[in-house]
């Protein structure tokens, strides 16, 4: 098992522009992590430096969809200085847009695995979209991803679709997913933290497809648990499918990012050795 920190954590210092995506890698070096999930809603390029806002340049207009060469060039550097690994390039899609959307989103995936193969990333994850119990929903999904699965698979990287919200609310719609292509290409990334019922149970039944983990924090209590979920049952429930593979932070509470993600991170590590 591998410990990675997403850079989600750094969400409030990345919106505030504190911080850019191209950092995340020497921040996640600094509080001791070597492997980083990087996510491309944060790839919006770096604002002039002031000497050119002095000339009148501009900072270029972002376009989550059309990737900036020099931003992502900015990215792998950075990346490979910093000495760390990454395990993951996070995307934000639709897979069951429908019209001249679906277009789109065939074009941004495609455009996304071939940045994720650039940038050394060996997955990639994926949202699914929708409704919850949209059936064309679903039937559109299976079809875009007859079309991108191939060209991920042709460049080396696996697709992890997360439950998140909308359509995925259901466990057993990524259930159906993942059997229905049968691919070691394609599976279920894990968030701990997005299931509506019970966390555990909702591991349990994901687990056997599970191809890459998140693991989301909000608070811990004195003794450095997590407050909202149950992270003994569910790494326990990873544990007896089989999984080994990396679970990635996502730290999303009040407080400070750096005290966030080393807490969880004890968390995990404890729970894991039980």
């Not at 940045?115 to 990333?121: E, N, Q, T, V």
């Not at 909202?228 to 990873?238: H, K, N, P, W």
Request: aromatic share 8%.
């Amino acid at each position: 098992m591998l410990i990675a920190v997403s850079a989600w954590s750094f969400h409030a210092e990345l919106y505030g522009g504190r911080l850019h995506v191209s950092e995340v890698p020497f921040r996640s070096y600094e509080l001791g992590f070597r492997a980083v999930e990087l996510l491309d809603q944060f790839l919006w390029p770096a604002p002039p430096n002031r000497l050119a806002r002095w000339l009148g340049r501009k900072a270029r207009v972002f376009d989550p969809h059309a990737y900036d060469r020099q931003t992502l060039l900015r990215v792998k550097m950075n990346r490979v200085r910093s000495g760390t690994q990454l395990v993951a390039w996070g995307v934000e899609s639709d897979l069951t847009a429908a019209g001249a959307a679906r277009d789109e989103q065939r074009r941004y995936l495609a455009q996304a695995i071939a940045a994720a193969r650039w940038l050394g990333a060996p997955l990639m994850r994926l949202t699914l979209g929708g409704e919850q119990a949209d059936r064309a929903g679903y039937d559109r999904a299976v079809d875009l991803l007859s079309s991108v699965l191939p060209v991920a698979i042709a460049s080396g990287v696996k697709l992890a679709i997360e439950n998140h919200g909308g359509l995925s609310a259901d466990p057993q719609v990524l259930i159906d997913l993942a059997t229905h292509f049968g691919s070691p290409f394609l599976g279920v990334c894990v968030d701990v933290g997005n299931f509506a019922g019970d966390a555990a149970e909702g591991v349990r039944r994901l687990a056997p497809h599970a191809l890459h983990v998140h693991a989301k924090a909000w608070a811990f209590d004195a003794r450095c648990e997590e407050t909202s979920i149950d992270y003994a049952a569910c790494l326990a429930a990873l544990r007896a499918a089989g999984y080994d593979g990396v679970i990635s932070i996502e730290y999303e509470g009040d407080g400070e990012a750096a005290a966030g993600v080393r807490a969880a991170r004890r968390l995990i590590e404890r729970h894991w050795r039980a």
